[in-house]
């Protein structure tokens, strides 16, 4: 129940909000995302390999072991400092990109792009990650004995 009042009052306003102002399309590039988005999961497939899966799962799930809720946890804590990271990097690396005058608009944009994906994921982090794992600490007390 949780998780459905979440979505309705986090997700949708923001999903709408994005479709509203002239559709998703204008808040993707490509290269941002790969740099920032593909390094963050990547990291978590290899830092919670048997336990990815269940981790994302176990928010909805009724039914889960102690382990599982642990790795959870870890898992979306962990979520936050990898995006956040991962997207501190990217905006860097474009950034440093900028200093070769030769495309300089080019890959400003980029570098803006990149930023642009940092500030979304800090906002994922402390808005989606940390009510997730709190969310999970919280079913964790409930089912110890």
């Given amino acids: 129940m949780n998780l459905i009042i979440w979505i309705a009052l986090v997700v949708t306003p923001i999903v709408t909000g994005m479709f509203v102002s002239g559709g998703l399309g204008q808040f993707i590039d490509p290269p941002s995302a790969f740099i920032t988005i593909l390094p963050t999961i990547g990291a978590l497939l290899v830092g919670f390999k048997g336990y990815f899966v269940s981790s994302i799962t176990s928010v909805w799930k009724k039914d889960v ?23 501190s990097l990217g905006f860097m690396i474009c950034s440093t990109r900028t200093w ?3 495309k300089f608009g080019e890959t ?5 792009s990149c930023l642009n994906y940092y500030s979304l994921w ?3 982090g402390y808005v989606v990650a940390d009510p997730i794992a709190y969310s999970l600490e919280t079913k964790k007390e409930v089912t110890e004995p």
């Fill in 122 to 124: 800090i906002y994922l």
């Fill in 108 to 112: 400003w944009s980029l570098s803006c």
């Fill in 100 to 102: 070769s005058f030769r």
């Fill in 65 to 87: 072991d102690n382990l599982t809720l642990v790795k959870g946890i870890e898992f979306w804590k962990a979520s936050k400092r990898y995006a956040i990271a991962f997207s």
